[in-house]
């Protein structure tokens, strides 16, 4: 069972920074593959980046060359600094763990930039 809480949402605005956290239970996070999604009101939840558990990053068209996630192992923890964020960039943030077994999800950190 791995548990995973968001913090470091908030509002700002457009231009703005925020750095969002997410911290795993467990002790076999290394090797999990972690991965930052975005909801919407009223629309999907949508990938916005991923740190696989050999290394690998990945990020959406939207947010790359401003977002950069990072993780660390040793603290069970995975992050997304966020800069120059925009109006569009307002969401609920998850974080979602995947690897052995079932996936996991957290419950999600609120982040509003206004213009």
């Known amino acids: 069972q791995v548990q995973l809480v968001e913090s470091g949402g908030g509002s700002v605005q457009t231009g703005g920074s925020l750095r969002l956290t997410c911290t795993a239970s467990?002790?076999?996070?290394?090797?999990?593959?972690m991965t930052w999604f975005r909801q919407s009101p009223g629309k999907e939840r949508k990938f916005v980046a991923t740190?696989?558990?050999?290394?690998?990053?990945s990020y959406a068209d939207s947010v790359k060359g401003r977002f950069t996630i990072s993780r660390d192992n040793g603290e069970n923890t995975v992050y997304l600094q966020m800069n120059s964020l925009k109006p569009e960039d307002t969401a609920v943030y998850y974080c979602?763990?995947?690897?052995?077994?079932?996936?996991?999800w957290g419950h999600g950190t609120q982040v509003t930039v206004s213009s």
């Open positions: 979602n763990a995947a690897g052995p077994g079932p996936e996991y």
């Open positions: 467990g002790r076999t996070f290394s090797s999990y593959t």
């Open positions: 740190f696989t558990n050999y290394g690998v990053t």
